[in-house]
């Protein structure tokens, strides 16, 4: 039956985009292409409509997603890597004419959707979990040239957090911020010096972003720095990060896919940091051991070609019949 199926693939591939995500694009069309040779494939390039400025990044022809749709029935299939994949579902998005049936990733959804059940139910599609890629195309090259082994006695013995201090992060971190083993560095800190800071410190804190799982832990896991965060609660990622094996478990997970926790205080929070903090800082295996568990997992899971591969193999065609 699949035989008969015209598919038409649609992202963007304009010079300004994520270089991460047309690797991975490009690969899934082409690997279709070989996978079905007998289903007509063809790439709508959409370089005209986001040079005009009529859409933005989790849009219709955005850098953050690829469609695949059928142009006998209509249905569609999304890989997402919008902050909020929920966009998708919202009017004069791009995808009113699409009949979605399934949707691949996402960092948040909703306020209170975490499982794969909860989206399914509530938006009346297929979700899979997925991973999220890397978004800096220079990211690999630059952990094999500049990441060095992880050795908590040759470190500063401290944790740290560098980037955007929106409300939330903010009301959190101005109680961390002045204890002797927390380093707290404000949002202009760039790219490459915020990575080399990662060479020198024991532990990296990383807070909750647009969802749960943030580029912060992908960018910790590669740089092979223990990384202490909230409780993951969603299990949105197809292979699952494990808290006090991959990453130090440094507070009750947040209320809500963002950053809430409403039956606590900012400070209890904090404290619940802190208190992990001193426990483990002079734990040298156990840091160690994490270290490795968060490298071996973003080498694992985390390449751009295990992202293409692992989408080729969940994708199913005949989902769109």
């Given amino acids: 039956m699949t035989d008969a199926m015209c598919l038409q693939i649609t992202f963007s591939r304009y010079a300004g985009g994520n270089e991460g995500f047309q690797f991975i694009y490009m690969g899934i069309l082409e690997q279709l292409k070989i996978k079905y ?14 040079a005009s400025g009529n859409t933005v ?24 890597f919008a902050d909020i994949a929920e966009v998708h579902t ?4 791009g995808f009113d004419p699409y009949h979605i049936v399934e949707v691949f990733g996402g960092l948040r959804w909703g306020s209170n959707e975490f499982t794969a059940e909860d989206i399914s139910a509530k938006f009346n599609f297929k979700h899979h979990p997925f991973p999220y890629p890397v978004p800096y195309a220079d990211f690999s090259s630059y952990v094999q040239n500049n990441r060095i082994m992880y050795d908590p006695t040759t470190r500063i013995r401290k944790a740290f957090f560098a980037g955007m201090q929106h409300a ?20 202009s800190v760039f790219r490459h010096d915020y990575y080399q800071l990662m060479n020198k410190y024991a532990i990296a804190i990383s807070l909750n972003g647009n969802g749960e799982w943030t580029i912060r832990d992908i960018e910790c896991f590669g740089m092979g720095i223990p990384a202490i965060r909230s409780e ?33 205080t900012w400070k209890q929070i904090a404290d619940q940091f802190i208190d992990r903090i001193e426990k483990v800082m002079y734990e040298d295996d156990f840091l160690i051991s994490v270290s490795k568990a968060g490298l ?8 751009n070609v295990y992202i293409r591969d692992l989408f080729i193999k969940l994708f199913d065609p005949e989902i769109l019949l």
Wanted: aromatic residues 10%; contains cysteine; negative net charge.
């Fill in 37 to 50: 040779p007998n289903i007509s494939i063809i790439w709508n390039n959409t370089d005209d409509l986001v």
């Fill in 232 to 264: 993951l609660k969603a299990i949105l990622r197809h292979d699952p990060v494990i808290p006090d094996v991959h990453y130090i478990r440094g507070s009750v997970a947040s209320g809500i896919a963002w950053m809430s926790y409403p039956e606590y």
């Fill in 57 to 80: 990044t989790a849009s219709f022809g955005g850098v953050a997603n690829l469609s695949i749709q059928n142009l006998n029935t209509n249905k569609c299939s999304i890989l997402s």
């Fill in 296 to 303: 071996d997992y973003y080498e694992k899971y985390c390449s």
């Fill in 168 to 187: 939330e992060r903010a009301a959190l971190l101005q109680h961390m911020r002045h204890h002797p083993l927390i380093d707290v560095y404000d949002d």
């Fill in 90 to 93: 919202y009017k004069n998005h």
